[in-house]
């Protein structure tokens, strides 16, 4: 029988932790803001967006909203971030992606404060990341170390397939397995003979943004296998980048698309914030 590991679970718990540093914080005199920058009105981000807000305003983080209509200019854009990063009574700073095309997305994450870069997108974070200093680590992949520990599965030792090289998930859990002396592998659409890289994965983390394209071929019997994909299937219902009934028998353990590894994402945001007051 596969353990389905409750991310809904571990992350209401997480908030729930932090829920109570916050009180304490604030018993101490000491207040927390995150600055959520929105740009446009795409479905998907505002209710990414809104979902952000809501878990500030539980555990008690005071989220300021900056909504733009799509054709706010950089300059703009780079003025207000210039304004938050001077700001005292701002913890950290949140622009939602994607932007507009006439916004320089790399520029934009680069003017952020690494003091506030609770995303943990900015060069100087990813950086210290990479070589083990202290910075803000980045939410889905952070979220997903946690998935594995909150559940008592080892990472230590265990060989680790990671399956997509996107800057926000595939790269940075690479390094965050590293980190806790996995032996990782990076795969990704041009790599070879993807089954058989796949199938020697005790925990294989999926990050490839294609619907069900991860079925039983691709899993080892045993494989602990954490989906980050998420999508509409043909009936219009959520799924991930694995097909979950047809890897199920396999698996010793799996998170299930909704309720994995996306509210984890979230938790751990709320996690940076906290972390950016502590100081
Ligand atoms: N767009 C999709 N995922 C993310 C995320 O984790 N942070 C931000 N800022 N934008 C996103």
């Known amino acids: 029988m596969a353990f389905i590991i409750d991310g809904k679970a571990i992350s209401a718990k997480i908030k729930d932790e932090l829920k109570e540093e916050v009180a ?6 000491r207040e927390i803001a995150l600055a959520v920058i929105q740009v446009g009105s795409d479905p ?6 809104n979902n952000k807000k809501k878990a ?7 989220s300021l909203s900056y909504e733009f209509a799509e054709d706010i200019t950089q300059e703009e854009l780079l003025e207000l971030i210039a304004e938050l990063n001077g700001r005292e009574d701002v913890n950290g ?10 916004i320089n997305e790399e520029l934009v994450i680069n003017a952020i404060s690494p003091e506030k870069d609770v995303d943990g997108f900015h060069p100087a974070s990813v950086g ?33 397939v990671v399956i997509g090289r996107s800057n926000i998930v595939g790269k ?3 390094l965050l397995l590293l980190r806790e002396n996995g032996t990782v592998t990076i795969a990704h659409s041009r790599t070879k003979d993807l089954k058989a890289v796949a199938k020697a994965a005790d925990i294989l983390i999926v990050a490839i943004g294609k619907p069900k394209f991860i079925n039983s071929e691709y899993v080892k019997d045993g494989a602990v296998v954490i989906d980050v994909g ?15 009934d047809d890897v199920i028998e396999k698996v010793s353990a799996i998170t299930p698309v909704p309720g994995g590894v996306g509210p984890m994402t979230i938790a ?10 502590r100081g």
């Open 24 to 29: 304490a914080l604030k018993a101490a005199g």
């Open 44 to 49: 998907a981000s505002s209710v990414y967006v």
């Open 56 to 62: 500030c305003a539980y555990i008690g983080i005071e």
């Open 93 to 102: 700073i949140l622009v939602q992606l994607p932007l507009p095309k006439h």
């Open 128 to 160: 210290a990341m990479c070589i083990g200093q202290p910075g803000f680590l980045s939410c889905t992949p952070a979220g997903i170390i946690q998935l594995l520990k909150r559940s008592n599965i080892e990472i230590e030792g265990k060989n680790c």
């Open 172 to 174: 940075p859990m690479a």
């Open 230 to 244: 998420i999508h509409r299937d043909e009936n219009n219902k959520l799924c991930g980048d694995v097909d979950y």
């Open 268 to 277: 751990m945001l709320m996690n940076n914030c906290v972390e950016s007051a």
